[in-house]
């Protein structure tokens, strides 16, 4: 579909941090056990938007009887888990996936979810964790040369951006090339960049660590499917909410549509000039489809799908302040466009039960976050090119500002993140002390 055409903008200010020294102590109501679902292993065929592999061993249809407990003990069991009570609405009853989680992005409050700790391969969803670790390492002028090693060892069927041999790249490039195309050759090249697969791979798991994302185990920086290659729907939440600290996460996750290089060509008189070619994000809830619309306040986060993993997406969307944090893996359901559908079914009940609804666990945060919390200075921003001498964004001011649409690219249905620099540091961190959460940082949300 044509990418939108830009209207008025209209910025709202969103503070995401809300300090308190009163803890609640009400009693959960007794657990929802809802069976979980065993849906067949993945068959699907020929790669489809956001494939990032070919079958391997495929995982057990049922979830294991022992599963993780971070962020809660009630994260640990299998079947759906959901606090209902008067006022709470009940579940979306048609849901087919193996695993899927509701989440508050900046309380952290877990607010419903079905085998959340069900280590499973993640498909393209594992390009976030790469993404997330490899986005500070250099700034978006930076540019590079392809090489066919650097192409080399992409797995066949991987969806692809179309990077070219001996043609010179941007990183700004290649990173468009990752969120909208969930291009392998793109990650392969940035990896490449940063040292080598291995020590991309090496760095992803350390940093999933890190965020204590103790499900994931990283195997291919790109999600192709790889025998121990495994996530979670609870980690790819975790990975997730670390990435949209960053201002170029969350611009290049919301970006519908942008220019990308093609070949450069010689005219009879010799001069040369650079082709270019539009690629579309591959998020259906961004973009839309014929059976599915673009989910009001909708802001990325990344999907995938191969034949192993089946179909798998984290999305973040905003509504009245609220901002919901959902993962589904796998849909059982074999229709077109069912990870979405399900999806947006659990955002819609997200936003009816927040603030209802008492919690079954929260996303716990990162191990470095109480040291960092001491350190107003820290950059937390993550974005490539780091921040100036002062903690702040580079070129930013401590009064909020509406971030920029992703250069070469155009901004994202419903809403963006912006950030408001060096001040945000402390409140997060103030916040998490008090109440043993990562908030993400106060948000100027742009509408298109």
């Known amino acids: 579909m044509p990418a939108p055409k830009k209207t008025a903008r209209r910025s709202l ?19 929802v056990s809802v069976a979980a679902p065993s849906p067949s292993p993945g068959t699907s065929g020929s790669p489809s938007p956001g494939t990032s592999g070919s079958p391997s061993a495929s995982p057990s249809a049922t979830p294991p009887a022992t599963m993780s407990t971070v962020g809660g003990q009630r994260l640990g069991l299998a079947g759906a888990q959901v606090n209902l009570a008067s006022g709470v609405p009940v579940l979306p009853k048609d849901l087919s996936a193996r695993s899927w989680i509701v989440a508050d ?10 085998n959340a ?13 790469f993404a997330d670790t490899v986005l500070p390492k250099f700034t978006k002028t930076e540019k590079h040369k392809v090489v066919p090693s650097d192409l080399a060892g992409i797995g066949s069927g991987s969806s692809m951006v179309g990077i070219k041999e001996g043609e010179t790249y941007s990183v700004h490039d290649l990173w468009l090339g990752v969120f909208l195309r969930s ?6 090249v940035l990896s490449q960049m940063n040292d080598g697969i291995d020590n991309t791979v090496a760095e992803m798991n350390a940093h999933a660590e890190e965020l204590q994302a103790l499900d994931t185990h990283a195997v291919s920086p790109d999600g192709y499917d790889q025998p121990g290659q495994v996530s979670s729907a609870y980690d790819l939440t975790l990975i997730a909410r670390s990435g949209l600290q960053k201002k170029d996460f969350r611009e290049y996750s919301s970006t519908v549509s942008a220019k990308f290089p093609g070949k450069t060509t010689k005219n009879k008189k010799g001069k040369t000039t650079r082709e270019s070619f539009e690629i579309q994000n591959t998020n259906r809830l961004l973009t839309g489809d014929s059976d599915v619309s673009v989910y009001p306040g909708i802001a990325g986060v990344k999907n995938g799908n191969t034949t192993n993993a089946g179909a798998t997406f984290t999305g973040v969307a905003e509504r009245g302040g609220k901002v919901l944090l959902v993962t589904v893996m796998n849909p059982e359901k074999d229709e077109n466009n069912e990870v979405y559908k399900e999806t947006a079914k659990l955002f819609d009940w997200g936003f009816k039960a927040v603030g209802k609804v008492q919690p079954v666990g929260e996303l716990v945060p990162p191990k470095s976050a109480a040291q960092a919390s001491a350190q107003p200075g820290a950059n937390a921003s993550g974005e490539a090119g780091g921040a100036d001498a002062g903690g702040t964004e580079a070129g930013a001011s401590s009064k909020p500002v509406a971030s920029a649409t992703a ?10 993140f912006a950030i408001t620099g060096g001040l945000l540091v402390v409140l997060a961190g103030a916040a998490f002390l008090v109440n043993r959460r990562w ?5 100027v949300r742009r509408r298109h």
């Open 407 to 416: 250069e070469g690219g155009t901004g994202g249905m419903g809403i963006a």
């Open 439 to 443: 908030p993400l940082p106060d948000l």
């Open 105 to 114: 992005a900046e309380s952290g409050d877990v607010l419903a979810a079905n």
């Open 117 to 129: 700790h069900w280590r499973l391969p993640p498909a393209s969803t594992l390009k976030m964790l």
């Open 13 to 31: 200010l969103v503070t995401s941090v809300v300090l308190s020294s009163v803890v609640s102590s009400l009693a959960l109501t007794a657990p």
């Open 183 to 188: 291009g392998n050759d793109a990650v392969h």
